[in-house]
Protein backbone atom coordinates (compact mmCIF):
# COMPACT_ATOMS: atom_id res chain seq x y z
CA UNK A 1 0.00 0.00 0.00
CA UNK A 2 2.84 2.33 0.58
CA UNK A 3 3.92 2.43 -2.87
CA UNK A 4 0.77 3.43 -3.78
CA UNK A 5 1.46 6.92 -2.24
CA UNK A 6 2.95 9.67 -4.17
CA UNK A 7 6.10 11.72 -3.57
CA UNK A 8 4.13 14.71 -1.44
CA UNK A 9 2.69 11.73 0.12
CA UNK A 10 6.04 10.02 1.43
CA UNK A 11 7.72 13.91 2.25
CA UNK A 12 4.81 14.44 4.48
CA UNK A 13 4.88 10.99 6.61
CA UNK A 14 6.20 11.65 10.14
CA UNK A 15 9.41 10.02 10.88
CA UNK A 16 7.75 8.13 13.61
CA UNK A 17 5.55 6.15 10.60
CA UNK A 18 8.57 5.82 8.36
CA UNK A 19 10.47 4.18 11.07
CA UNK A 20 7.68 1.57 11.53
CA UNK A 21 6.95 0.43 8.11
CA UNK A 22 8.41 -3.13 7.62
CA UNK A 23 11.64 -3.37 5.87
CA UNK A 24 9.41 -5.06 2.67
CA UNK A 25 7.45 -1.86 2.63
CA UNK A 26 10.55 0.10 2.59
CA UNK A 27 12.10 -1.79 -0.47
CA UNK A 28 8.39 -1.92 -2.37
CA UNK A 29 9.08 2.01 -2.39
CA UNK A 30 10.13 3.63 -6.40
CA UNK A 31 12.80 5.54 -6.82
CA UNK A 32 11.00 8.56 -6.74
CA UNK A 33 9.39 8.23 -3.38
CA UNK A 34 13.19 7.37 -1.70
CA UNK A 35 14.23 10.59 -3.41
CA UNK A 36 11.15 12.54 -1.63
CA UNK A 37 12.63 11.05 1.88
CA UNK A 38 13.55 14.64 4.21
CA UNK A 39 16.86 14.60 6.27
CA UNK A 40 14.43 14.21 9.13
CA UNK A 41 12.55 11.25 8.08
CA UNK A 42 16.10 9.75 6.98
CA UNK A 43 16.83 9.92 10.75
CA UNK A 44 14.68 8.06 11.70
CA UNK A 45 15.58 5.26 9.10
CA UNK A 46 16.49 1.75 10.68
CA UNK A 47 19.03 -0.44 9.97
CA UNK A 48 16.62 -3.00 8.81
CA UNK A 49 15.08 -0.78 6.35
CA UNK A 50 18.66 0.58 4.82
CA UNK A 51 19.93 -3.04 4.57
CA UNK A 52 16.21 -3.75 2.43
CA UNK A 53 17.36 -0.88 0.00
CA UNK A 54 18.44 -1.62 -3.77
CA UNK A 55 21.25 0.32 -4.96
CA UNK A 56 18.58 2.33 -7.61
CA UNK A 57 17.35 3.28 -4.23
CA UNK A 58 20.29 4.56 -2.93
CA UNK A 59 21.45 6.65 -5.61
CA UNK A 60 17.63 8.23 -5.54
CA UNK A 61 18.31 9.24 -1.89
CA UNK A 62 19.15 12.60 -1.53
CA UNK A 63 22.56 13.37 -0.61
CA UNK A 64 20.83 15.61 2.32
CA UNK A 65 18.58 12.92 3.16
CA UNK A 66 21.49 10.52 3.20
CA UNK A 67 23.22 12.94 5.47
CA UNK A 68 20.34 12.52 8.28
CA UNK A 69 20.41 8.59 8.49
CA UNK A 70 22.20 7.21 11.61
CA UNK A 71 25.46 6.25 11.63
CA UNK A 72 24.07 2.96 12.85
CA UNK A 73 21.76 2.85 9.66
CA UNK A 74 24.92 3.67 7.25
CA UNK A 75 26.89 1.28 9.03
CA UNK A 76 24.40 -1.83 8.10
CA UNK A 77 24.98 -0.84 4.54
CA UNK A 78 27.50 -3.37 2.09
CA UNK A 79 29.92 -3.10 -0.64
CA UNK A 80 27.13 -4.12 -3.29
CA UNK A 81 24.70 -1.00 -1.56
CA UNK A 82 27.43 1.51 -1.35
CA UNK A 83 28.11 1.14 -4.70
CA UNK A 84 25.45 3.62 -6.14
CA UNK A 85 27.03 6.30 -3.89
CA UNK A 86 27.96 9.21 -5.83
CA UNK A 87 30.28 11.72 -5.02
CA UNK A 88 27.93 14.73 -4.38
CA UNK A 89 25.98 11.86 -1.83
CA UNK A 90 29.21 10.91 -0.39
CA UNK A 91 30.23 14.82 0.15
CA UNK A 92 27.19 15.17 2.28
CA UNK A 93 27.94 12.65 4.83
CA UNK A 94 29.41 13.57 7.90
CA UNK A 95 32.58 12.31 9.57
CA UNK A 96 30.53 9.96 12.15
CA UNK A 97 28.71 8.43 9.34
CA UNK A 98 32.45 7.66 7.36
CA UNK A 99 33.61 6.23 10.54
CA UNK A 100 30.48 3.91 11.01
CA UNK A 101 31.20 2.48 7.12
CA UNK A 102 32.48 -1.05 7.74
CA UNK A 103 36.00 -1.58 5.96
CA UNK A 104 34.45 -3.38 3.02
CA UNK A 105 31.10 -1.16 2.28
CA UNK A 106 33.66 1.82 2.17
CA UNK A 107 35.44 -0.55 -0.21
CA UNK A 108 32.68 -1.19 -2.47
CA UNK A 109 32.18 2.51 -3.55
CA UNK A 110 33.77 3.99 -6.89
CA UNK A 111 37.20 5.91 -7.17
CA UNK A 112 35.05 8.71 -8.31
CA UNK A 113 32.86 8.72 -4.82
CA UNK A 114 35.74 8.38 -2.64
CA UNK A 115 37.65 10.95 -4.47
CA UNK A 116 35.24 13.47 -3.12
CA UNK A 117 35.75 12.79 0.45
CA UNK A 118 37.33 15.85 2.36
CA UNK A 119 40.01 15.96 4.90
CA UNK A 120 37.50 15.98 8.02
CA UNK A 121 35.92 12.26 6.30
CA UNK A 122 39.09 10.90 5.66
CA UNK A 123 40.60 12.25 9.33
CA UNK A 124 37.44 9.79 10.05
CA UNK A 125 38.85 6.84 8.39
CA UNK A 126 39.98 3.60 10.31
CA UNK A 127 43.01 1.71 9.56
CA UNK A 128 41.00 -0.89 8.94
CA UNK A 129 38.86 0.91 6.30
CA UNK A 130 42.08 1.84 4.67
CA UNK A 131 42.96 -1.44 5.04
CA UNK A 132 40.41 -2.71 2.29
CA UNK A 133 40.78 0.52 0.04
CA UNK A 134 42.90 -0.43 -3.35
CA UNK A 135 45.91 1.42 -4.84
CA UNK A 136 43.24 3.44 -7.20
CA UNK A 137 40.95 4.34 -4.71
CA UNK A 138 43.27 5.45 -2.75
CA UNK A 139 45.26 7.50 -5.54
CA UNK A 140 41.99 8.61 -6.11
CA UNK A 141 41.76 10.61 -2.29
CA UNK A 142 43.33 14.31 -3.15
CA UNK A 143 46.11 15.43 -1.82
CA UNK A 144 44.22 17.96 0.57
CA UNK A 145 41.66 15.55 2.12
CA UNK A 146 45.11 13.00 2.79
CA UNK A 147 46.19 16.29 5.19
CA UNK A 148 43.38 14.62 7.37
CA UNK A 149 45.15 11.25 8.01
CA UNK A 150 46.39 10.37 11.62
CA UNK A 151 50.16 9.06 11.47
CA UNK A 152 48.90 5.39 12.12
CA UNK A 153 45.96 5.89 9.52
CA UNK A 154 49.14 7.66 6.98
CA UNK A 155 51.24 4.60 8.05
CA UNK A 156 48.47 2.31 6.46
CA UNK A 157 48.60 3.63 3.15
CA UNK A 158 51.84 4.77 2.50
CA UNK A 159 52.91 2.33 0.32
CA UNK A 160 50.04 3.64 -2.13
CA UNK A 161 50.41 7.47 -2.26
CA UNK A 162 51.27 9.01 -5.53
CA UNK A 163 54.12 11.30 -5.65
CA UNK A 164 51.94 14.25 -5.38
CA UNK A 165 50.05 13.15 -2.29
CA UNK A 166 53.24 11.87 -1.00
CA UNK A 167 54.68 15.73 -1.03
CA UNK A 168 51.31 16.70 -0.15
CA UNK A 169 51.71 14.67 3.25
CA UNK A 170 55.36 14.93 4.21
Known amino acids: QVDALTTTQIAAITPSTLAALSPDAVKSLDTAQVGAITAT ?11 SLSTDQLAAITPTALAGLSAAAIGSLDATQTVAFTA ?6 LPAQISAITPEAL ?11 SADQVS ?12 AQIQALSPTALAGLSAEGLAAITGSLS ?5 AVA
Open 107 to 117: AGMSDAALASL
Open 88 to 93: TQVDAL
Open 163 to 167: PAQTT
Open 124 to 135: ALTVAQLGKLTE
Open 41 to 51: QAAAITPAQVD
